[in-house]
């Protein structure tokens, strides 16, 4: 197949979202990376998350901030947030 035909950088497509990400230094970080992963499951840009992140969906170091999202999202009734929550957690 010609390589016009060839999608390589079909995630150059995407649209890019800007995480609000503090300095990998700050100690909020991970909370923040945690909640930026969620947020872009919501609308199918895990992968964007991972990369900007630098963690990998149900990293076991994000977890206990899922968990706290989770409680969040119970509270404020937001189904969606609580399923992909869950999904993180597994």
Avoid: C, H
């Amino acid at each position: 197949m010609s390589q016009a035909f060839l999608r390589d950088d079909a995630e150059g497509e995407m649209p890019r979202r800007n995480y609000g990400l503090p300095a990998r230094d700050d100690p909020e970080f991970d909370r923040i990376a945690a909640r930026a992963l969620l947020d872009a499951a919501r609308v199918s840009e895990t992968q964007l998350a991972e990369r900007a992140t630098g963690y990998y969906w149900g990293e076991p170091r994000l977890k206990p901030y899922v968990q706290e999202l989770l409680v969040e999202a119970e509270r404020a009734g937001d189904e969606r947030m609580e399923q992909l929550a869950r999904r993180f957690l597994r």
